[in-house]
């Protein structure tokens, strides 16, 4: 499993910023825009508090086990990989989402429409931005936690026989 990279979410952020973007203008323009749900921001919040409370006790966890405590619970390599796969679905959804919003809040925000039900709209949209934001900030550190340490930095290993 490859490492996510921050300029593929960024991108995948901005592509899907710009086309809800322009399909939130024609929307508008051949109708009603659908509204931004107020759950969004919350649902996103809680995905992001999940994952980092999943970092965190992985994080703890193979710490202990790195130390040799006495009675430290080990981490199961099958589910330290499934937490860096859920870790690298999360980010990816999470940048589509929050890019999908942000160009929703754009819209909204350069529309100048003065209705509270449009300014509502927006702090919403923005809202669930910055909780999308979170979301791949904790899926990313999450992720860094679960990988493996390279072949190179174990320094307990004595060197290949070529190298002697």
């Not at 919040?45 to 966890?61: K, Y």
């Not at 999450?142 to 190298?163: H, Y």
Request: charged share 15%.
């Amino acid at each position: 499993m490859k490492e996510l990279r921050i300029r593929a979410l960024l991108g995948l952020f901005l592509v899907a910023g710009v086309l809800s973007w322009a399909a939130a203008r024609l929307w508008d323009t051949l109708g009603t825009l659908p509204g931004v749900p107020v759950a969004a921001p919350v649902v996103l919040a809680a995905i992001a508090a999940v994952l980092l409370a999943t970092a965190l006790s992985l994080r703890s966890r193979l710490k202990a086990q790195r130390e040799r405590e006495p009675g430290a619970k080990g981490v199961d390599p099958l589910m330290a990989a499934r937490a860096a796969l859920f870790a690298q679905a999360s980010a990816l959804v999470a940048a589509l989402v929050a890019g999908m919003y942000g160009g929703t809040g754009v819209y909204l925000l350069l529309e100048g429409s003065n209705a509270p039900a449009r300014g509502d709209q927006t702090l919403y949209a923005g809202l669930s931005v910055l909780a999308g934001a979170g979301v791949v900030a904790a899926a990313v550190f999450l992720e860094r936690i679960c990988k493996l340490p390279e072949d190179g930095d174990d320094d307990s290993t004595p060197p290949p026989a070529a190298a002697r």
